[in-house]
């Protein structure tokens, strides 16, 4: 089973960036295909990117032009740099790991962005 945890959270004021790290172990990490989604109060867990174990991206039309998620194997890491940040970013962010159908999930980090 894929583990992942999450670190890079922090009280951001709008406008700054922050980088999103998220290591998975449990398996060959290129064969991990990896995502980050957000979950602020009150609302449903949301996608925000996804990098398959290709290199292909998506992004959620709310951070696309922001946010970037990129890879490195070598290391077993996801990144999420986040730039542009509005206080809609507001979330607790959350890695997931999806390996042939299995999913696991991060225990999640808070990012707070103040206006």
């Known amino acids: 089973q894929v583990q992942a945890v999450e670190s890079g959270g922090g009280l951001v004021q709008a406008g700054g960036s922050l980088r999103l790290s998220c290591v998975a172990s449990?398996?060959?990490?290129?064969?991990?295909?990896m995502a980050w989604y957000r979950q602020a109060p009150g609302k449903q867990r949301e996608l925000v990117a996804a990098?398959?174990?290709?290199?292909?991206?998506t992004y959620a039309d709310s951070v696309k032009g922001r946010f970037t998620i990129s890879r490195a194997n070598a290391f077993n890491v996801v990144y999420l740099h986040m730039n542009s940040l509005k206080p809609e970013d507001t979330a607790v962010y959350y890695c997931?790991?999806?390996?042939?159908?299995?999913?696991?999930w991060g225990q999640g980090t808070q990012v707070t962005v103040s206006s």
């Open positions: 997931n790991a999806n390996l042939l159908g299995f999913t696991s």
């Open positions: 449990g398996s060959i990490f290129s064969n991990i295909a």
């Open positions: 990098i398959t174990t290709g290199d292909i991206t």
